[in-house]
T-cell receptor, first 114, second 110 residues
Framework: NAGVMQNPRHLVRRRGQEARLRCSPMKGHSHVYWYRQLPEEGLKFMVYLQKENIIDESGMPKERFSAEFPKEGPSILRIQQVVRGDSAAYFC????????????FGDGTRLSIL | QKEVEQNSGPLSVPEGAIASLNCTYSDRVSQSFFWYRQYSGKSPELIMSIYSNGDKEDGRFTAQLNKASQYVSLLIRDSQPSDSATYLCAVNNQGGKLIFGQGTELSVKP
């Protein structure tokens, strides 16, 4: 499968637990972006990463959220001490380079907080 | 003023008609523009990208860009019930991140 791979597709956590969302970009893509879609709201940018570098994290909440894209392995979006308001669909996208390249989206991770 | 604005709809058109979806953006330095289609419960799917003023056609889809008016549109010819979805306009301000509009819900009636 040459598409953007996200896992898990669905994730259920209790308040206070940690959530880890994974994203493997399309083959040949080195730029990864994370977006969040809250119920009945639009897609909101969170963070833009290249291998081992965070390029733009202007959309990340200041606390509890972090992201990485290591030299080896998938990109990880980590949410610590989850709260009910974190329930959303989290989408990862990738592009071959940055700037104005089209971004292709994965199927997303639906995070539910009990 | 929102950075990217779309009519939320729903926009309802009969099968076979032309659906016209509109989008305006506020940042004049924006250079690249995209239309995505999102079915309910699914992920956004790239339909069109456009970078320069004028029209760009791909099958039944035509994207139109007018940078002076800060306006981008998507026309869907010969609309089909399978085109029923939410259409998202996205703008890239050269920094890599996409700024999305709220989306326009399109319903194509058989």
């Amino acid at each position: 499968n040459a598409g953007v791979m996200q896992n898990p597709r669905h994730l259920v956590r209790r308040r206070g637990q940690e959530a880890r969302l994974r994203c493997s970009p399309m083959k040949g893509h080195s730029h990864v972006y994370w977006y969040r879609q809250l119920p009945e709201e639009g897609l909101k940018f969170m963070v833009y990463l290249q291998k081992e570098n965070i390029i733009d994290e202007s959309g990340m909440p200041k606390e509890r959220f972090s992201a990485e894209f290591p030299k080896e392995g998938p990109s990880i979006l980590r949410i610590q001490q989850v709260v009910r308001g974190d329930s959303a669909a989290y989408f990862c996208a990738s592009s071959p380079s940055g700037a104005d390249q089209p971004q292709h989206f994965g199927d997303g991770t639906r995070l539910s907080i009990l | 003023q929102k950075e990217v604005e779309q009519n939320s709809g729903p926009l309802s058109v009969p099968e076979g008609a032309i659906a016209s979806l509109n989008c305006t953006y506020s940042d004049r330095v924006s250079q690249s523009f995209f239309w995505y289609r999102q079915y309910s419960g699914k992920s956004p799917e790239l339909i069109m990208s456009i970078y320069s003023n004028g029209d760009k056609e791909d099958g039944r889809f035509t994207a139109q860009l007018n940078k002076a008016s800060q306006y981008v549109s998507l026309l869907i010819r010969d609309s089909q019930p399978s085109d029923s979805a939410t259409y998202l306009c996205a703008v890239n301000n050269q920094g890599g991140k996409l700024i999305f509009g709220q989306g326009t819900e399109l319903s194509v009636k058989p």
